[in-house]
C-alpha cells in the first residue's frame, strides 16, 4: 500500500502562483511513476502532469503545458506540481497518484494509477 496526501491548495487570483506537494508513504517512493490529475466541479477527472520513477520523464497536459511543471524528490517522497500564470479554469481537485506501471512519457488514465490522495481544492478567481 502506498499512501498519498497531497497539500498547498488555495485560493489564488488569476496570475497567480500555487505549489501542491504530495507526501507519500508506504512503499519505496521510486518505484512508483507519479502523476497529477484534477478534477472540476461538474466535470470529469482528467490528467495533468506525469512524472518518471527517477524525474527523467515527464508530460503535461495541453492546457497546462509551459504554466506546471512536475518534479520529484526521492529522498523525501515527494512529487511537486508549481503552476504559474494560474487561470479561473484551472480551479479544480488536485489529486496526486502513483502507478506501479513502467512509465516515462505520454497522458495517463485514471485506470492506469494505483493509489490515489485525497485531493486539494485550488481556487483561481478572476
Known amino acids: 500500500q502506498v499512501q498519498l496526501v497531497e497539500s498547498g491548495g488555495g485560493l489564488v487570483q488569476a496570475g497567480g502562483s500555487l505549489r501542491l506537494s504530495c507526501a507519500a508513504s508506504?512503499?519505496?517512493?521510486?518505484?512508483?511513476?507519479m502523476a497529477w490529475f484534477r478534477q472540476a466541479a461538474g466535470k470529469e477527472r482528467e490528467f495533468v502532469a506525469g512524472?518518471?520513477?527517477?524525474?527523467?520523464?515527464?508530460y503535461y497536459a495541453d492546457s497546462v503545458k509551459r504554466r506546471f511543471t512536475i518534479s520529484r524528490d526521492n529522498a523525501k517522497n515527494t512529487v511537486y506540481l508549481q503552476m504559474n500564470s494560474l487561470k479561473p479554469e484551472d480551479t479544480a481537485v488536485y489529486y496526486c497518484?502513483?502507478?506501479?506501471?513502467?512509465?516515462?512519457?505520454?497522458?495517463?488514465?485514471?485506470?492506469?494509477?494505483?493509489?490515489w490522495g485525497k485531493g486539494t481544492l485550488v481556487t483561481v478567481s478572476s
Open positions: 497518484a502513483a502507478t506501479q506501471r513502467s512509465y516515462y512519457f505520454g497522458p495517463l488514465s485514471m485506470n492506469d494509477m494505483d493509489y
Open positions: 512524472i518518471s520513477r527517477r524525474g527523467g520523464g515527464t
Open positions: 508506504g512503499r519505496t517512493f521510486s518505484n512508483y511513476a
